[in-house]
């Protein structure tokens, strides 16, 4: 998808995107490493917005609103829900706050009321916990979850045979949409010059930690 090359060029401009030699969560040595949180100013962050938006709806995903979980999913799902909106699609969203409030309104949701299929918006899908607790809260206020959008899909194994994103999936049986992948990346390092020497230690890493098939496709 052009978005997802787009996206990702954006994403080196800005230094969201780095190469060089990284340590993941997991203590694997990464040649590369992402950070959403540097999508720092109004022009990026509104075009990362945009580019969530163009894979949810190549996704052609059926839902009613959007949640966002605390912390980073509450800026991307407000942007995801103006730049959605501005394309004739004006969704209700919603988002969470870490701790029950006891005064006022009280409770954890802010926003819209979950009604209907919601689709969650985060920034990756590192455990899966922050999806679960999302899916548990949307149920308990009688919607069903639909799917959930990210921006980059590592596609590489956890624990297990799976990614996170392939786990998600069969897991809870909603479908993981992301802005790029491992693989978008890949062919994005082969065809431009100026960061082909980066290449060799991304495959590498990826033929080392990665998943077979796609782990995250636009349903």
């Given amino acids: 998808m052009d978005f997802s090359r787009e996206f990702l060029r954006l994403a080196c401009e800005k230094g969201v995107l780095r190469f060089g030699e990284f340590i993941t969560k997991a203590g694997r040595r990464s040649p590369y490493f992402f950070n959403s949180g540097l999508f720092d100013d109004g022009a990026s962050f509104r075009a990362l917005c945009g580019f969530y938006v163009e894979a949810i709806l190549a996704s052609g995903i059926a839902f009613d609103g959007l949640f966002g979980p605390a912390y980073k999913g509450i800026p ?4 995801v829900a103006i730049r959605l909106a501005e ?8 988002f969470d706050r870490k701790e029950a409030k006891d005064h006022g309104e009280g409770g954890r949701l802010i926003g819209a009321p979950l009604r209907g299929r919601i689709l969650i918006v985060d920034d990756v899908i590192s455990a899966g916990t922050s999806v679960r607790a999302s899916i548990e809260l949307i149920r308990a206020h009688g ?24 786990e998600v999936s069969r897991r809870f049986g909603i479908p993981v949409i992301a802005v790029a992948t491992l693989e978008d990346l890949l062919a994005l390092l082969a065809d431009d010059p100026r960061l082909r020497e980066h290449l060799p230690a991304v495959r590498a890493y990826r033929e080392r930690y990665g998943v077979q098939g796609e782990a995250a496709r636009r349903a």
């Avoid at 921006?151 to 990614?163: F, P, T, V, Y």
């Fill in 143 to 166: 919607a069903e979850p639909a799917g959930v959008v990210i921006a980059l899909d590592r596609m590489e194994r956890g624990e297990g045979e799976e990614s996170a994103a392939q």
């Fill in 76 to 79: 991307l799902v407000t942007g």
């Fill in 87 to 94: 394309r004739g699609f004006d969704k209700p969203f919603s």
